[in-house]
């Protein structure tokens, strides 16, 4: 797993005003840009260590990096160990 994906903040693309009215073309161009940003990201969906347990990422296309992971990695080597069992992290006896 990649522990180093860099996660930093959104370039704001500038776009040139045509004299068109505002609600009509401006709407076209923030959907389009929105699912250009979308389409640059994927879900990727793995089975976990243990027997019904999946793990979700979602990765960059163009660096292959992993953006997000759920659960996270941490979590993810916490279920792998022999004397796991769910629930056991918090104790909530007190």
């Not at 776009?15 to 609600?23: E, K, N, P, Q, Y």
């Not at 089975?47 to 990695?73: A, M």
């Not at 080597?77 to 022999?82: F, G, I, P, R, Y």
Request: net charge negative; charged share 25%.
């Amino acid at each position: 797993m990649n522990n180093n994906a860099k996660i930093g903040p959104v370039t704001p693309v500038v776009v040139a005003t045509s004299g068109s009215t505002a609600s009509g073309d401006f709407s076209q161009n923030r959907s389009q840009q929105d699912a250009e940003r979308a389409s640059r990201y994927r879900l990727v969906i793995e089975e976990g260590s243990r027997e019904g347990s999946f793990i979700y990422k979602t990765l960059d296309r163009v660096t292959g990096e992993v953006v997000r992971q759920l659960p996270r990695e941490q979590v993810v080597e916490l279920t792998s160990q022999d004397d796991y069992v769910a629930g056991a992290v918090i104790d909530t006896s007190v």
